[in-house]
Structure formats: C-alpha cells, structure tokens
C-alpha cells in the first residue's frame, strides 16, 4: 500500500513539474485539428469564436465590418467568399450585445471600430470523397491594433467555388505575394492581411470597385479605383491593377498603358521583382488556359520589355514546377518554362535578352504544394520575373 501510494505521489509530481515545465516556457499543449463539418457549421462555429471573443465594454454603437474571406495562399478572393461574408453577417446579427455586424462599405466606414478578416485554404486531403477546405478568422480593434479574437474551423463542401472573382481572373499582377496571408499574430508572419495594409476607409473603396467590376459596372469601377488611388495607402498594386484592367474594358489603351508601367514601377520598388503571372498546364510548356491567356500573355510582355529597355537592369526569368513527379524533370520542365518566357519577351524587345537569364527552379519554392495538379496549386506551375543587378 505505501509503495502504491508513493508511485502515485511521484506520478503526480511529474505530472506538476511537466505542466510547470509547460507553463514557464510559454509552450502549450498542440490544439486537435477542428472537426470537418458542412460549410455552414464551420462558419458558424468561427462566428461565434470571432463574434464571442470580442469585450463587452458597454460602448454602445460599435460596428465590427466583416471583410472577403482571401485565398490563404494567393491572397485572392475566391467567388464563395460572398456565400462566407453572408453566413458570418447572419451569425453576428444574432448575438446581442453591443456591437452591430456589417459588411465591409463606405456607408460604415468612419463608426467602424472592429474588422473581421480571414482566409480560406484548400487541403490536399478529402472527406468521404469531397474536398476539404479550412478557414481562418480574426478580429482586430482598429483603434488598438490589437487581435482580440482568432478561430479556425474546417469544412467538407463538393459545390464550393473556389474560383476567383473576375479582377483576380483578369489581373496580370498579384498583390503582392504567393506567400500564404497570414492571419493576424501569427508567427512566422509572412505577409499581412488587408487590415495592417490599408486603412479600412481605402479598404472599402477597394472592395466596392472590385465589386463593381465583377457587376461589369466599369464607369462606377473606375470611379471608385480613382479615389482609392487619391488615398496616401492606395498607392498600391491592387488599386493600379484595378485601374489598368477597367481601362482596358472601356477602351482607355493610353491609360491602361500609364498604369501597368506604374504597376512595374511599384513592383521593382517594392519587391525586387515583377508581380506578374506566367500559368503552365500540368507537365507542359503550354500556357494555364491558352486561349484565354497565350494573347494576354504576350501582350504584358511587350509591356514589360519596353519598360526594361529604357532601364540598366537585368532580369532573371524563374521556372517553377507542382511537385509531383521526379525533380529532375520537374528541374527540366520549369527551365524551358522559363526559356519560353525568355524567347516571347526575347520577340518584341531583342535588344533586352542580354540582360535576361533563365533558372529553373523545379518544385522547391511551390507556393500551395498540395499536389493535386488542378486549379488549385496552378501558382505552382509559374514563371516569375525577378530584376537583378548586371554582372
């Protein structure tokens, strides 16, 4: 009996000194994977984490605008985003309590003291054969900058739409990164979500010119680009993107022009590189969706040949491959990727192919890297152009 009693005293020590251990080294126990549930109980569960955890502190009139949920690893915003927005709007509007939830406009924009964000990413595995996708909220107190509520849930959905929204199928340009958006507070922090990058009066103006362009409404488009670009935070490449393609669409080629070279510009200055996307067909030298890209394609390289030729710079032309198969020949195939790029550019601007060269980089900087050879790790069958300095 006492060896008995002396073996649970000495369990439970352990016991105290590993939570002790736990909690002086500021590590917590790995959270279970949340469960896979239908699309509208994973959001309805994130409602109620983001909408629960935000302090009741007797203001009344607080708004909390809830922002387009973002592809995690684009940044783009996918067409379902619309069908999340109105299942959160309907969770927050049940709560009572002293904050009203909105969909993010400039009606609301000056009383706006909470902004919900969030991301959706596509996993590579299923559920009893039906895609699963995983969503990351968070709310952030415009007026602290503190995150006061995050959650995650995960969802089974074989109808949701993943495809992006017209700006984004249109836009020559990401804005800025294939690096996955990374949710408030998160470490490591690649890349911030809308709310640390504009303010969220230029983040409505935004919102509202993109949806318009998705209504083909290019007038009120372009009216709205304009005065987010009259902003000191829009002067970014999403606003310049939205400008250049509502030009386009009205037959303004002189100021589709002006913009994509100010586009160039921003993207040199601010990231070394140009954020512009070159899509493959899975294991081929052939354009994503050649009859809609091949022209366009070849259209924003004459443009960004001209703009090279008035510079000293040089440019590295970067091939990537999705990782399945062999990384020999992924190594291959993403170098005549970029040497296909490299020869288009090469045919409008010869006197810039001394200053270019081609790498391949096989699959070791996919971005998405789920393997699934579709739509959604596309990003991972890209050629990049990064500027460097002549040797």
């Known amino acids: 009996?006492?060896?008995?009693?002396?073996?649970?005293?000495?369990?439970?020590?352990?016991?105290?000194?590993?939570?002790?251990a736990y909690s002086c080294a500021g590590i917590r126990p790995e959270r279970a994977e949340p469960p896979i549930v239908s699309l509208t109980q994973a959001v309805e569960q994130l409602g109620r984490d983001l909408f629960g955890g935000i302090p009741e502190q007797g203001e009344k009139g607080r708004i909390v605008a809830v922002?387009?949920?973002?592809?995690?690893?684009?940044?783009?915003?996918?067409?379902?985003?619309?069908?999340?927005?109105?299942?959160?709007?309907?969770?927050?509007?049940?709560?009572?309590?002293?904050?009203?939830?909105?969909?993010?406009?400039?009606?609301?924009q000056a009383e706006t003291r909470y902004l919900l964000t969030g991301t959706v990413a596509s996993e590579s595995e299923e559920h009893q054969g039906i895609p699963v996708y995983r969503l990351r909220g968070a709310v952030t107190d415009l007026k602290t900058g503190r995150v006061v509520a995050r959650s995650t849930a995960r969802f089974a959905d074989a109808g949701f739409d993943f495809s992006s929204m017209a700006l984004y199928r249109d836009n020559p340009f990401f804005d800025p990164s294939y690096q996955k958006k990374?949710?408030?507070?998160?470490?490591?922090?690649?890349?911030?979500?809308?709310?640390?990058?504009?303010?969220?009066?230029?983040?409505?103006?935004l919102r509202e010119a993109s949806s318009a362009y998705e209504r083909k409404a290019y007038r009120q488009s372009l009216e709205l680009f304009e005065k987010a670009a009259g902003r000191s935070d829009g002067q970014t490449l999403w606003t310049y993107a939205g400008l250049y393609?509502?030009?386009?669409?009205?037959?303004?080629?002189?100021?589709?022009?002006?913009?994509?070279?100010?586009?160039?510009?921003?993207?040199?200055?601010?990231?070394?590189?140009?954020?512009?996307?070159?899509?493959?067909q899975v294991d081929s030298v052939e354009f994503w969706k050649p009859g809609e890209n091949a022209e366009k394609y070849r259209s924003w390289l004459r443009r960004i040949g001209k703009y090279f030729a008035q510079t000293d710079q040089c440019l590295h032309v970067v091939g990537h491959c999705s990782k399945?198969?062999?990384?020999?020949?992924?190594?291959?195939?993403?170098?005549?990727?970029?040497?296909?790029?490299?020869?288009?550019?090469?045919?409008?601007?010869?006197?810039?192919?001394?200053?270019?060269?081609?790498?391949?980089?096989?699959?070791?900087?996919?971005?998405?890297?789920?393997?699934?050879?579709?739509?959604?790790?596309?990003?991972?069958?890209?050629v990049e152009l990064l500027v460097v300095e002549c040797r």
């Open 1 to 20: 009996m006492r060896k008995t009693m002396q073996k649970k005293a000495l369990a439970a020590g352990l016991i105290l000194c590993l939570a002790l």
């Open 67 to 108: 922002d387009l949920f973002a592809n995690e690893e684009s940044g783009e915003v996918p067409m379902a985003a619309r069908r999340i927005e109105a299942l959160l709007l309907q969770e927050g509007r049940r709560r009572p309590g002293t904050f009203a939830a909105v969909g993010l406009s400039g009606d609301v």
């Open 182 to 205: 990374e949710m408030p507070d998160e470490r490591p922090r690649r890349a911030a979500p809308p709310a640390a990058e504009y303010s969220v009066q230029t983040l409505a103006l």
């Open 245 to 280: 393609l509502v030009y386009e669409k009205l037959g303004r080629t002189q100021s589709a022009d002006e913009a994509f070279e100010k586009i160039l510009s921003i993207s040199v200055a601010r990231y070394g590189m140009l954020t512009v996307r070159f899509l493959f």
């Open 324 to 382: 399945t198969g062999p990384e020999t020949w992924n190594k291959s195939l993403s170098l005549r990727r970029a040497k296909k790029i490299q020869q288009i550019l090469g045919e409008s601007t010869p006197g810039l192919l001394a200053r270019v060269e081609a790498v391949g980089k096989g699959s070791a900087e996919n971005v998405v890297g789920i393997g699934t050879d579709d739509a959604r790790d596309a990003l991972d069958r890209r």
